[in-house]
């Protein structure tokens, strides 16, 4: 069983910082892609950043310069420093990571792809 677990979010006034955590645990095998998205209330879920497994990152344009994100390969984690925030920034986070899975069927091992997604962490910044 794969779970993507994310911590850090809260509570923030605005210009203030904020580190979001996402791990993964279970039968995993390798992990790819990592992304970082983002809900905020009415809108479309937004892709925030995006880091490969050799360390490459991208990050929407918007937010280059204030947002940095990094990983942890052997721990399975990735984190998303978030510096002077706004209150447009206020949104449920959402860890996504692209994995292989194995699975145990007697002696045959099988790898599968897997899109796992966190239960999203409450970002809201607000004086």
């Known amino acids: 069983q794969v779970q993507l677990v994310e911590s850090g979010g809260g509570l923030v006034q605005p210009g203030g910082s904020l580190r979001l955590s996402c791990a993964a645990s279970g039968n995993i095998f390798s992990v790819n892609d990592i992304r970082w998205y983002r809900q905020a209330p009415g809108k479309q879920r937004e892709l925030v950043a995006t880091?490969?497994?050799?360390?490459?990152?991208n990050y929407a344009d918007s937010l280059k310069g204030r947002f940095t994100i990094s990983r942890d390969n052997a721990e399975n984690a990735v984190s998303l420093q978030m510096n002077n925030l706004k209150p447009e920034d206020t949104a449920v986070y959402y860890c996504?990571?692209?994995?292989?899975?194995?699975?145990?069927?007697?002696?045959?091992?099988?790898?599968?792809?897997?899109?796992?997604w966190g239960q999203g962490t409450q970002v809201t910044v607000s004086s």
């Open positions: 996504n990571a692209d994995l292989i899975v194995y699975r145990m069927f007697g002696s045959i091992t099988s790898l599968d792809q897997y899109d796992a």
């Open positions: 880091i490969t497994n050799s360390g490459s990152t």
